[in-house]
């Protein structure tokens, strides 16, 4: 079993439908799991990361 936390699980369905782990997961050698850390999220946006290093709240602060 692998489990794979990733922002774009779709971009993991290669892995699960061709080559040797396609065929490993045909026969129920081995599984995918994808977690997307979004799923997770409590807040509208579904935001992941932390504050940008860019945005005019982090370039006020100064630093202790």
């Not at 439908?17 to 579904?46: M, Y």
Request: aromatic fraction near 10%; charged fraction near 25%.
């Amino acid at each position: 079993r692998f489990d794979v936390v990733t922002l774009f699980p779709e971009m993991f369905s290669a892995l699960t439908q061709w080559g040797i782990t396609g065929r490993a997961c045909e026969k129920s050698l081995t599984s995918v799991h994808l977690w997307n850390p979004r799923d997770f999220c409590s807040d509208v946006r579904k935001t992941v990361d932390d504050l940008s290093l860019y945005t005019s709240d982090a370039a006020d602060d100064t630093p202790c």
